[in-house]
Nanobody, 123 residues
Framework: QVQLVESGGGLVQPGGSLRLSCAAS????????VDWYRQAPGKERELVAT???????NYADSVKGRFSISRDNAENTVYLQMNSLKPEDTAVYSC?????????????????WGQGTQVTVSS
């Protein structure tokens, strides 16, 4: 089995910073692309940032220049560094990872979601 756990959310003032973590554990062969999503109350889920297994990154226009996604393959962890936070960044942030896991039938890739972590930007 594989587990994906986010952490690092909290309450921060406008202009502040937070670093979110998305840690995978279990029978992992490899972790391919990982996405960070967010969903604010009453709004649709939004793709915020993506990192491939090769380290290529992509960002939503709304966070470019402020957020940075990175990964530590040795620790099976992906980070989302969020700077210059704004009230409109308030949302539940979740990670989605494409993980190849070891099974009795050989390695198989599945999509996993974490439970989400709340980020609130308010004075």
């Amino acid at each position: 089995q594989v587990q994906l756990v986010e952490s690092g959310g909290g309450l921060v003032q406008p202009g502040g910073s937070l670093r979110l973590s998305c840690a995978a554990s279990g029978s992992i062969v490899s972790i391919n692309a990982v996405d960070w999503y967010r969903q604010a109350p009453g709004k649709e889920r939004e793709l915020v940032a993506t990192i491939t297994n090769g380290g290529s990154t992509n960002y939503a226009d709304s966070v470019k220049g402020r957020f940075s996604i990175s990964r530590d393959n040795a620790e099976n962890t992906v980070y989302l560094q969020m700077n210059s936070l704004k009230p409109e960044d308030t949302a539940v942030y979740s990670c989605n990872a494409q993980i190849k896991m070891s099974t009795e039938w050989g390695p198989k890739q599945y999509s996993y979601w974490g439970q989400g972590t709340q980020v609130t930007v308010s004075s």
